[in-house]
């Protein structure tokens, strides 16, 4: 069974940091794209930032700057630097994997892999 796992949410004050993982078992994603997503509610999945399987990496305008993203494919892993964060960066964050491509997409429906989100609130 294919499952990825974000951790590394939590609570933090407007200026802070963050740093979220991505855990993936039951097969490699060394040669998937990955990507980061975001949704509050109410509204559609947003996205934040995605990875090639060689390192090629892009963001969203508004969270260009301040957000890493990088992977080891060693470990089968995927994470995403937040810093300089914002209230309105408050949202659950999600992993997701393209099994089919190794160029990166924004756009939800090209990924068929998700990981069950992890939840980040920025307090001003």
């Known amino acids: 069974q294919v499952q990825l796992v974000e951790s590394g949410g939590g609570l933090v004050q407007a200026g802070g940091s963050l740093r979220l993982s991505c855990a993936a078992s039951g097969r490699t994603f060394g040669s998937s794209a990955m990507g980061w997503f975001r949704q509050v509610p109410g509204n559609e999945r947003e996205f934040v930032a995605g990875?090639?399987?060689?390192?090629?990496?892009y963001y969203s305008n508004s969270v260009k700057g301040r957000f890493t993203i990088s992977r080891d494919n060693a470990k089968n892993t995927v994470h995403l630097q937040m810093n300089s964060l914002k209230p309105e960066d408050t949202a659950v964050y999600y992993c997701?994997?393209?099994?089919?491509?190794?160029?990166?997409?924004?756009?939800?429906?090209?990924?068929?892999?998700w990981g069950q989100g992890t939840q980040v609130t920025v307090s001003s």
């Open positions: 990875i090639n399987w060689s390192g090629y990496t």
């Open positions: 997701a994997a393209d099994s089919k491509s190794y160029r990166w997409s924004d756009a939800a429906s090209n990924y068929d892999y």
